[in-house]
């Protein structure tokens, strides 16, 4: 088999999202195979981020810079908020150049079954945020599952003696989506939130 140093770094692949035994495997095998063109700039580039990445004081986003580069930006629209449960969905939503303004991400949802409640999100600074920054819009950009919209529903409710606007992502078919394919519960959502032609 192999070393105890390959073995380490095919453990630590492993524990990558998405990323099982086999796959850490050819990973590791590809990485040791191409080390100068791979390898060595691979070690450089997590060095680099474990050395700089920070975590956004005003956001919680990951950047180098604190606050970071959209809560710094002052082309951004700082009265629109979008809430977001993780740091990857301000990256899709930075993929679309259709938002503005900054972001808050909560850092997960709601979820009583699981022990998480409002305390272990940042959902009380948001609030602060609002209150202290002048906002006046908040979208909510958290998931369509239970959680995702009772975590909306606790922040609307929290913001709600603010009197900022709050409002969140439709839902339903997508863009270039066949109806067969889709599952019940998105062609519900989009009957619910139908609009005029």
């Known amino acids: 088999m192999a070393g105890a140093e390959i073995e380490a770094l095919i453990r630590q692949l492993a524990k990558l999202p998405g990323l099982g035994p086999r796959s850490a495997r050819r990973i590791a095998l590809a990485l040791i195979k191409r080390r100068e063109s791979m390898l060595d700039p691979l070690v450089r580039a997590l060095t680099g981020a474990a050395d700089t990445v920070k975590i956004c004081s005003a956001c919680g986003n990951y950047d180098s810079q604190d606050p970071c580069a959209i809560c ?25 150049a259709a938002y503005r303004g900054r972001y ?18 940042k959902i009380e600074k948001v609030v602060k945020r609002v209150s202290d920054d002048g906002v006046t819009e908040v979208i909510l950009a958290l998931a369509a599952t239970v959680e ?18 709050v409002s969140g992502l439709a839902h339903g078919v997508p863009v270039g989506g066949e109806l067969d394919y889709l599952d019940d ?7 619910k939130a139908r609009r005029p032609v």
């Open 148 to 165: 995702g919209q009772t975590t909306a529903h606790y922040i609307a409710e929290r913001l709600k003696p603010t009197g900022v606007a």
């Open 185 to 191: 519960g998105t062609i519900s959502a989009a009957l």
């Open 104 to 121: 808050h991400v909560t850092g997960g949802l709601l979820s009583p079954l699981d022990g998480i409640g409002p305390s272990d999100l």
């Open 72 to 96: 710094s930006d002052p082309r951004r629209d700082a009265k629109m908020i979008c809430v977001v449960e993780d740091v990857a969905d301000i990256w899709a939503l930075e993929r679309t």
